[in-house]
């Protein structure tokens, strides 16, 4: 099953607005990646992590290893419409680099 | 560089037949993953190919089974369908197994 507890589950804000979601595992993980998901098509990556505290911006989206290696966090900055879908944080476990495991996702929903 | 392709886009078989999805990885990637997602839920790895081996395996019954060719592209077989495999079923390339894989849009699988 999956080993990433993604928060918030979803999320209604306004246009405009900074948005912040998190991931946390009980093991450490190699690989941090976010990923966005809109309905019919398979998830597109946004960041990927590779290093413990890297902090790495793509645009309006930032995203950070956490130091402990077992957490990572995905903010978006100045929402618009656009940004609805369904955010995705995946890892590579550390025992296991082949595999990549998931969060149950973030639902974002934007008010224009 | 063309992406991931899936085939079919959707399928519905009756329970304890057999099916195969196909998948074409992107240009340039050697490693291919399938995954099960369900509705509303993060995607869930059911194995990894690269290099024609299987790489990797997530907890799935042996009715799942795989292949991948000679040009990295790859087929999911599903033995004895049951209901609870009704899901999209998700391929993914990259290079060497490292981060940052590229989905397909997926098969979506319905089991009646």
């Known amino acids: 099953g999956q080993q990433l507890n993604q928060s918030p589950q979803s999320m209604f804000i306004q246009e405009g607005e900074d948005v912040s979601m998190n991931c946390t595992s009980s093991s450490i993980f190699n690989t941090w990646l976010w990923y966005k998901q809109d309905p019919g098509e398979g998830p597109v990556l946004l960041i990927a992590?590779?290093?413990?505290?890297e902090l790495t911006s793509n645009g309006r989206l930032t995203a950070q290893f956490g130091i402990t290696r077992k957490d990572s966090f995905l903010n978006i900055s100045a929402s618009i419409p656009s940004d609805v879908g369904i955010y995705f944080c995946?890892?590579?476990?550390?025992?296991?680099?082949?595999?990549?495991?998931f969060g149950a996702g973030t639902r974002l929903t934007v008010k224009p | 560089e063309t992406g991931v392709t899936q085939s079919p886009t959707h399928l519905i078989k009756t329970r304890g037949q057999q099916v195969t999805l196909r998948c074409s990885s992107q240009?340039?990637?050697?490693?291919v993953s399938w995954y099960q997602q369900a509705l509303g839920q993060g995607p869930q790895f059911i194995f990894q190919?690269?290099?024609?081996?299987?790489?990797g395996r997530g907890n799935f019954p042996p009715r799942f089974s795989g292949l991948q060719f000679p040009n990295y592209s790859s087929e999911l077989n599903v033995n004895a369908l049951e209901l609870d495999d009704s899901a999209l079923y998700l391929c993914?390339?990259?290079?060497?197994?490292?981060?940052?894989?590229?989905f397909g849009s997926g098969t979506r699988l319905t089991v009646v």
């Open positions: 190919y690269y290099r024609e081996e299987e790489n």
């Open positions: 993914a390339s990259s290079f060497d197994s490292l981060g940052g894989y590229t």
């Open positions: 240009s340039g990637h050697n490693t």
């Open positions: 995946a890892g590579q476990p550390e025992y296991n680099n082949n595999d990549m495991r």
């Open positions: 992590l590779y290093k413990a505290g």
